[in-house]
């Protein structure tokens, strides 16, 4: 079973798993502030250590723009964004959010850039090579995490200083002043429905070039860590022959 994590408030508050199917009722229910940018296959506290590393994750590709500047940080959100529409993505089929602090938030869904949308092992560091290779000042980078995740705030659920994470159009992101976006984050706002589109073939081919350089990268640590058990065997260890019997060492340790 596939699960999200989430925090009622945020803060230190300790991560709590809802399973996937559970999450709409979860979230119209509880209103909790949180919820991880990404479901996970399985219950990770619970997982022993090389199971955490078997873990697969489903969700959309995910961007985040925060910076002191909301003028600069719209700026280089469009920026982004507009090598989003070049490819050939239409920007009614992405989600964007005002995030009611101080920058936005996207989603592109996996229909637009994978031939079997779901849940795929390393698609934090997939994600993260994608943001690298468009990246743009004030992007996070930090968000794509591994393990449980990144909490992800819930749009329409009232934040710490009063205002709300709220949708917007890709009109309304082209045009928008810092005087605007402090309105509109004043309310909550309807969830904007998305149009659907097939597969974009540039996206697609840069999401597989991420896939490619993570499996490539894990694939070499991976042999870089494993020892080779057999040359052991057949080495002479003087060094540690000695540690055994107590030769050479210090008195007292």
């Known amino acids: 079973m596939s699960y999200f994590y989430y925090q009622q408030e945020g803060g230190e508050e300790s991560w709590k798993p809802i399973p996937f199917k559970l999450r709409p009722q ?38 985040d723009w ?26 009614a089929s992405i989600a964007l959010y005002a995030t009611g602090g101080r920058g936005y938030h996207c989603e592109i869904p996996q229909e637009i850039f994978m031939e079997k949308p779901g849940e795929m092992m390393y698609l ?14 004030t992007l996070d ?18 934040r710490e200083n009063g205002r709300f994470k709220v949708p917007i159009t ?33 996206l697609t ?4 070039k991420a896939v490619q350089k993570v499996k490539g990268r894990t694939a070499k640590r991976k042999a870089k860590s494993s020892p080779d058990l057999q040359k052991l065997r057949q080495s002479s260890m003087p060094s540690l022959i000695a540690l055994v019997e107590g030769r050479g060492l210090r008195r007292g340790v």
């Not at 560091?125 to 943001?131: D, K, N, Q, V």
């Not at 980078?141 to 009232?158: E, F, I």
């Not at 081919?205 to 597989?208: H, K, L, P, Q, Y």
Request: net charge negative.
């Open 170 to 202: 890709w009109e309304e992101l082209k045009v928008m002043t810092p005087e605007i976006y402090l309105d509109i984050c004043k309310q909550t706002r309807p969830i904007i429905p998305l149009v659907k589109q097939g597969q974009c073939l540039e």
């Open 141 to 158: 980078l930090r968000v794509y995490s591994g393990k449980r995740g990144r909490m992800w705030r819930t749009p329409n659920v009232l």
């Open 26 to 63: 979860h979230e119209a229910a509880n209103k909790a502030r949180y919820y991880t940018a990404l479901s996970v296959s399985g219950l990770l506290e619970s997982a022993e250590p090389d199971e955490r590393d078997k873990m697969k994750y489903s969700g959309p590709l995910y961007f």
């Open 66 to 91: 925060d910076g002191e500047d909301n003028a600069f940080v719209t700026e280089q959100a469009i920026k982004l964004l507009t090598r989003i529409e070049e490819m050939g993505v239409n920007m």
């Open 205 to 208: 081919i840069e999401f597989d």
């Open 124 to 137: 934090p560091s997939i994600y993260r090579e994608i943001a690298l290779e468009l990246a743009v000042d």
